[in-house]
């Protein structure tokens, strides 16, 4: 089963009666899953259900779900208060003269006055406790549908990252293989160094202990031995493919995976006295970090 991405977007739009509405959900990476949902005023008691839903189809991301009306009934109509018009006309028209002589301003403009508290009335219509169920049930249904779509994208979003991550791994196995090719040259290369380095040692100082001088070279070749590193840095390899595989959030696992390769291959440059080894080790090195920045975006 192919992993899922945390980034998606999905849009969608929703009808009741004269209601008309569209939902934005937008989606990034997080360590967990983090919902936030904005309503307009009135649709207060969906941003509940709405985590419901979220919860019930992702395991992590920052999600967030926009809801936009384009169409409210609720709104009502719009009446011009008279009375508080012709109070407002009279206040001007008594200020009009010392205006103009102590103050030069524009005279005010229609769409000023009727900005003014009071001038403007809405009437709203009154909305039934069925009618307002309805409504909710489908704006909520509509975002069941804008979360569907999210987790398609997030999906195919998964699919490609999918195919790069079993790329590195697959570029790793590589490495690691020549990793242990290499190693096993290592243990002769240092055993001859060491050898010239002792016969120039026995030249310049005769008499010294030869048992422990094997016994220092035992003890180098046991530090340089870096057998177990590669056995784990294959089995962590396995690993990785399993949970490209498996069902479920996979994006913790692969993250605290990475970070163990990345141990590894620390340890096994640190234990390299070949160059050849050292560099193979940080090649390997930088394949686990572009294979820890794509983790990043797994959910």
Do not use: Y
């Not at 294959?234 to 995976?257: E, I, M, N, Y």
């Amino acid at each position: 089963m192919p992993l899922s991405s945390m980034t998606g977007f999905s849009r969608t739009q929703g009808a009741q009666g004269q209601w008309r509405w569209h939902w934005e959900v937008r989606s990034v990476n997080a360590r967990g899953l983090d919902v936030r949902v904005r309503v307009p005023e009135g649709f207060e008691g969906l941003e509940q259900p709405a985590r419901v839903l979220a919860n019930d189809r992702f395991s992590r991301g920052g999600l967030n779900a926009t809801l936009t009306l384009d169409a409210d009934p609720a709104r009502g109509s719009i009446r011009v208060n008279a009375e508080a018009l012709n109070q407002v006309l009279t206040a001007l028209k008594q200020l009009e003269g010392s205006i103009a002589t102590t103050i030069k301003a524009d005279p005010p403009r229609l769409d000023g006055i009727l900005a003014l508290r009071g001038v403007l009335d809405t009437q709203q219509p009154p909305l039934g406790e069925a009618e307002l169920a309805a409504r909710d049930a489908a704006v909520l249904t509509s975002l069941a549908t804008a979360f569907d779509a999210l987790a398609t994208a997030r999906k195919e979003e998964g699919a490609r990252l999918d195919a790069v991550l079993r790329h590195h791994t697959d570029r790793m196995a590589d490495l690691v293989a020549e990793a242990e090719r290499l190693a096993t040259q290592q243990p002769e290369q240092l055993r001859a160094r060491l050898k010239t380095s002792v016969d120039e040692i026995m030249k310049l100082r005769a008499g010294i202990n030869e048992e422990r001088l094997a016994q220092e070279v035992a003890l180098l070749l046991v530090k340089a031995d870096v057998r177990e590193e590669i056995d784990r840095l294959k089995s962590h390899l396995t690993q990785a493919r399993g949970l490209f595989d498996a069902t479920g959030a996979q994006g913790r696992r692969l993250d605290f995976l990475a970070q163990e390769l990345n141990r590894e291959a620390n340890t096994l440059c640190s234990k390299s006295s070949d160059i050849v080894l050292t560099r193979v080790g940080l090649d390997l090195k930088a394949v686990i970090d572009q294979m820890r920045e794509q983790v990043q975006n797994v959910e």
